[in-house]
């Protein structure tokens, strides 16, 4: 059997220790795994895709089983171009149950060799949130128990610069 290659694509704006935890999950997993950026999200981000990109490298720059990179367009198209057989997505509540499912029966709908699998988060992370991130930050509160120091850095760069 040849290995999986699985993918975890979201738009981490910015990334947090909520998605750590499951970029560990999968790592654990699967032999090779890709953090995939959405470059143009709907949801009109605070980073630019390149600086997402760069702090989740920053973040996992020491394991070599993890590749980050960006995609614009389908991710079935993403994951049929790469050979890549698995989805990775976070499953925190109930609330995020809904829209997951509807994806993952329509990219299973687009590309029948595709599986989605749901990880769940350690409890502690499972309320957390890129937005709750992005609130708190800008409202200058401490984000040190939900981002690494690099995000924090980040984001404490982008609201002093706005200010
Ligand atoms: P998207 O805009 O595609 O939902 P996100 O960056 O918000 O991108 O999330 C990417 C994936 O990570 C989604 O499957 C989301 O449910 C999951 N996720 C986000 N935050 C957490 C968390 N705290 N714990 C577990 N999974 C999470």
């Known amino acids: 059997m040849k290995p999986i290659l699985a993918v975890y694509p979201g738009s981490f704006d910015p990334i947090t220790y909520?998605?750590?935890?499951?970029?560990?999950?999968?790592?654990?997993?699967?032999?090779?795994?890709?953090?995939?950026?959405?470059?143009?999200?709907?949801?009109?981000?605070?980073?630019?895709?390149?600086?997402?990109?760069?702090?989740?490298?920053?973040v996992f720059r020491s394991n070599r089983s993890i590749e980050v990179d960006g995609f614009d367009g389908l991710l079935v198209?993403?994951?049929?171009?790469?050979?890549?057989?698995?989805?990775?997505?976070?499953?925190?509540?109930?609330?995020?149950?809904?829209?997951e499912f509807q994806m993952a029966l329509t990219n299973r709908k687009m590309s029948k060799e595709l599986e989605t699998i749901f990880l769940v988060p350690r409890e502690q992370y499972s309320y957390l949130n890129s937005t709750i991130v992005r609130e708190i930050a800008r409202l200058g509160g401490d984000v040190s128990d939900f981002v690494p120091p690099v995000v924090r850095r980040q984001l404490r760069a982008k609201f002093r610069l706005r200010k």
């Open 18 to 58: 909520g998605h750590i935890d499951v970029v560990e999950r999968a790592a654990a997993l699967f032999p090779h795994l890709v953090i995939l950026v959405a470059r143009n999200t709907s949801k009109a981000p605070l980073f630019t895709d390149d600086e997402r990109i760069a702090m989740i490298r920053e």
């Open 77 to 99: 198209d993403y994951a049929r171009r790469r050979k890549a057989s698995v989805i990775v997505r976070g499953l925190r509540a109930v609330s995020d149950f809904e829209i």
